[in-house]
Nanobody, 128 residues
């Protein structure tokens, strides 16, 4: 089955850290830009961070810049999102998505339709 699977979510205190993983099953991520998106309760899903297929280009939402780092290990067919200095407003369901033939800017800030793959999400809760 061709799918993306997120993991690493959980409950963390403000100021803490989590690392999310997005693993591909049934296909190789080598040709796909990968993005992390999140949906907070009662809000629309938003782009958090995106990385090009080679890993040479990245994009971050202003609210996470300097705190989150996206990376990828194509040998492990996995993309990571290291989240530091977490805030309560980072709470939400985090999804990863894959798309070919796109830029990281278009993927993160543009319309979210047309992604080739979506994962089912992992819940991140930042609370004391």
């Amino acid at each position: 089955q061709l799918q993306l699977v997120e993991s690493g979510g959980g409950l963390v205190q403000p100021g803490g850290s989590l690392r999310l993983s997005c693993a591909a099953s049934g296909f190789t991520l080598d040709y796909y830009a990968i993005g992390w998106f999140r949906q907070a309760p009662g809000k629309e899903r938003e782009g958090v961070s995106c990385i090009s297929s080679s890993g040479g280009s990245t994009n971050y939402a202003g609210s996470v810049k300097g705190r989150f780092t996206i990376s990828r290990d194509n040998a492990k067919n996995t993309v990571y999102l290291q989240m530091n200095s977490l805030k309560p407003e980072d709470t939400g369901v985090y999804y990863c998505a894959g798309k070919v033939f796109t830029t990281v800017q278009a993927m993160c800030a543009g319309p979210q339709y047309g992604m080739d793959y979506w994962g089912k999400g992992t819940l991140v809760t930042v609370s004391s």
